[in-house]
């Protein structure tokens, strides 16, 4: 179906609204950033998403689709899941816009081996960007356990960029999601 750009106009515009309705909707925690998760993470790394439980970045519900959340948990021991390996990056970039925190506050990061399932060190992994899996927010960035499964991944899905953690930036944010983050906040 081909919408003109009047109509297409008209949708984008419905689709925001419907957007910042539900941002606004986020709970928010006393200091004004989005409230923490209702269940810390684990030790090992397990999450322990609420229903209730959102997302800082996008305000869906991680515990809806829990085999593509992510978590972050802060020095203070406040935790924070996602819907997404994307929004998780977003926060590391721009924890102040999204967290109201400094990113030296950022204790773990946590994402899930894209085939067990099972959590990973954020930090430690293989990611990939622009592969054919599809996550809550469209294009899927892919965390993987370790190099080797590199190969068979992108056999079956492909995937245009492939990075580590430390090359996370603000040039490699958009280039994988070609879209320009927010400007940080400061005080």
Request: a positive charge.
């Amino acid at each position: 179906m081909k919408f003109s750009s009047h109509a297409r106009r008209w949708l984008l515009s419905i689709l925001v609204a419907a957007a910042l309705i539900l941002v606004s909707g986020t709970a928010q925690s006393a200091d004004g950033g989005p409230a923490p998760a209702l269940k810390s993470l684990k030790a090992d790394g397990q999450m322990t998403i609420s229903e209730s439980d959102r997302c800082p970045v996008c305000a869906m519900f991680p515990a809806r689709r829990p085999q593509t959340a992510a978590a972050m948990t802060l020095k203070s021991g406040e935790t924070f899941y996602f819907c997404g390996n994307g929004c998780l990056l977003r926060t590391w970039l721009r924890p102040t816009v999204y967290l109201g925190k400094p990113q030296v506050e950022i204790d773990r990061l946590v994402v899930r081996d894209y085939f067990s399932g099972q959590p990973i060190d954020g930090r430690t992994a293989m990611w990939v960007a622009g592969s054919d899996v599809v996550g809550p927010m469209g294009p899927a960035i892919i965390a993987l356990g370790d190099e080797a499964q590199l190969a068979t991944f992108k056999n079956r899905h492909g995937g245009k960029t492939v990075f580590t953690f430390d090359q996370v930036d603000d040039a490699l944010w958009k280039k994988i999601s070609r879209r320009d983050l927010p400007a940080e906040k400061t005080d």
